[in-house]
């Protein structure tokens, strides 16, 4: 069983990635729950738009760097929270020995800035290390089935090295480290181009071009809203992880792609409709966590149903998309 290892309420956190969809919402909080943020990014998917109204902030400081490069701080931190990594398919294939590079090198560079400061550290990992799950739903005792040498392989390999990292240095004893591996998570700051689904198919409904379904849109994925993720690594990262394992955060509400579509479509109505294109190699064909260990360790479950999530998302998309894009009018 975990133990409760900090209050939660002081202390200085760096997040790595911070100017990125989900880090600048977990600078958010961190922020507003009384903890300075050291912010560190290098801007490559991410957005300086999503952490401006933190720049006056005078418990705020943003760090453009790559964490592939060593870095050193005067101040003491007390905790290193390691989300920075592309995260959309089409971003980590981009340049993929980048990505893997930031998965293990940058883990491992972050590791050992935790270690000189005696900080906890979390590692945002992925329900990706499942690959195409044969299991269903994906318990953490499953190991996977990723094709090793396909375009895919960068960000699942990359993250699974990383995890293997994180768990070689506590179990040395050497850093106080956890891990989370992260569902499909959504919601405003995502960027418009980023290319995954939600975004997507927002961006789509909005703008009337026809809603890309890759495949048949058969497969499934089960979406989580960014709040409630952010809970869940902030409660994992309060807990000492002894035994180590890792943890599944998502929520276990599973549906297709057909009838995210269908949800988008009902929020936004759009003439253009569908169009399917040819699903993109290794896609998962489905995938729902199974979270009885986050109930069990962190008492941590998501809160927001899709359908309110995505009403924030589009609403979100529709205050800040360019106004070209917004629809007319009716
Ligand atoms: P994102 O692309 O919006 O954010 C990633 C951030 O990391 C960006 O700001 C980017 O500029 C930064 N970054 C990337 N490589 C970097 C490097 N080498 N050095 C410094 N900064 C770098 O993605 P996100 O959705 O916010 O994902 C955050 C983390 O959560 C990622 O590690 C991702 O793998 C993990 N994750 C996210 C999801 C999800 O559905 N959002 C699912 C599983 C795992
Ligand atoms: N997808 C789709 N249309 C899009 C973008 C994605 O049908 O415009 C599909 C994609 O093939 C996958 C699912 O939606 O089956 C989720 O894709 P995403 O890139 O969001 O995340 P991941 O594949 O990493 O779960």
Request: charged share 20%; proline share 8%; net charge negative.
């Amino acid at each position: 069983m975990l133990q409760r290892t900090h209050s939660g309420r002081a202390g200085t956190a760096l997040v790595a990635g911070g100017a990125g969809f989900v880090g600048s919402h977990l600078c958010d909080t961190l922020l507003s729950r009384g903890q300075r943020v050291i912010c560190v990014d290098s801007y490559l998917t991410g957005s300086e738009a999503n952490i401006r109204p933190l720049m006056n902030h005078p418990g705020f400081r943003m760090v453009e760097k790559d964490i592939c490069e060593k870095m050193s701080f005067d101040e003491p931190l007390d905790y290193v929270y390691n989300l920075a990594c592309a995260a959309s398919p089409p971003q980590y294939q981009a340049d993929p020995a980048h990505t893997m590079m930031t998965c293990v090198v940058g883990t491992g560079n972050l590791l050992a800035l935790a270690e000189e400061h005696n900080a906890s550290f979390l590692q945002a990992s992925t329900s990706e290390v499942y690959g195409d799950p044969e299991e269903h739903p994906q318990r953490e005792d499953y190991r996977g089935n990723v094709n090793c040498t396909g375009p895919r392989a960068c960000y699942d390999e990359g993250k699974r090295a990383a995890e293997a990292l994180c768990f070689d240095l506590l179990r040395a004893g050497r850093v106080d480290a956890r891990v989370a591996r992260i569902f499909n998570t959504y919601g405003p700051r995502m960027q418009p181009n980023d290319g995954r689904i939600v975004s997507n198919l927002i961006v789509q409904a909005l703008s009337g071009t026809p809603l890309t379904i890759y495949g048949t849109g058969d497969q499934t994925r089960s979406f989580c809203y960014v709040t409630d993720l952010v809970e869940g690594l902030i409660a994992l990262m309060m807990v000492r992880p002894n035994p180590e394992v890792p943890v599944n955060l998502g929520n276990p509400d599973e549906f297709t792609i057909n009838e995210l579509a269908k949800k988008v479509l009902e929020m936004v109505p759009s003439a253009a409709g569908l169009v399917q294109r040819p699903l993109p190699k290794d896609d998962p064909q489905r995938r729902r966590p199974d979270i009885s260990r986050a109930k069990e360790l962190l008492g941590w479950e998501p809160t927001v149903p899709l359908a309110d999530g995505l009403r924030q998302t589009v609403d979100w998309f529709s205050a800040n998309l360019a106004p070209t894009l917004r629809p007319e009018p009716v």
